[in-house]
């Protein structure tokens, strides 16, 4: 157990529908990252939330979009979903704000499987 | 924009060393990472280069040329439980991690 939990593990459903993945980081970790991983693809990075604020983002679609709580829990939104938004999403945590503070350690989540029919 | 390069394959025997390379084009290069990755599995960090130099960690080590703009791991009297995704990440622009395209390490008896 890494101390990052993604809930919900698995997820099906439908062209067009919306989902909600979460994401509770390690404790004491105030940094969070999403990325997504299609099959058989790299680690693509969508969003980074540092406290509360946004900090970096990367090619994350406008139908996505992702918040982090006053609680340190983090929130990615898919919405109107399409085939190729299939795919692996991990959430992961770090102490640092920023991505080049150090070796800035990565704990990653088991991820969510996200299957769109 | 930021692209790291590695091969998508490389094949090797138990009790051998192999080199994975990564050759990487980024603004404002801090550092480089390795991350290890089992099928299906959470990706978890094995080494980190902020120097120039050779950093070791017990069986695996990392390598980094700040002025080739490359770097490589070493891992060394493989294991089968070393067969896994190894992906290199650096930071570049943007606060941004990105990890390169990852490299399947297949080892055979």
């Known amino acids: 157990d890494s101390g990052v939990t993604q809930t919900p593990k698995h997820l099906i459903t439908a062209t067009g529908q919306r989902v909600t993945l979460r994401c509770s980081p390690r404790s004491g970790d105030l940094s969070v990252y999403w990325y997504q991983q299609s099959l058989d693809q790299g680690l693509q990075f969508l969003i980074q939330y540092y406290n509360g604020e946004e900090r970096a983002k990367g090619n994350i679609l406008e139908r996505f979009s992702a918040q982090q709580f006053p609680d340190l829990h983090s929130e990615l939104n898919l919405s109107s979903l399409e085939l190729g938004d299939s795919a692996l999403y991990f959430c992961a945590s770090s102490v640092n704000r920023d991505a080049y503070s150090g070796a800035n350690v990565l704990t990653f989540g088991a991820g969510s499987r996200l299957t769109v029919l | 924009g930021q692209s790291l390069e590695q091969p998508s394959e490389v094949t090797a025997v138990e009790g051998a060393i192999v080199q994975i390379n990564c050759t990487y084009q980024t603004s404002g290069f801090y550092g480089l990472s390795w991350y290890q990755q089992h099928d299906g599995g959470a990706p978890t960090f094995l080494s980190y280069n902020g120097l120039d130099g050779l950093e070791e960690t017990g069986r695996f080590s990392s390598f980094l040329s700040r002025s080739d703009s490359y770097g490589y791991l070493l891992l060394q009297e493989l294991q089968m439980k070393d067969s896994a995704s190894y992906f290199c990440?650096?930071?570049?622009?943007?606060?941004?991690?990105?990890f390169g395209t990852g490299t399947q390490l297949k080892v055979e008896l």
């Open positions: 990440a650096s930071t570049g622009g943007g606060n941004k991690l990105t």
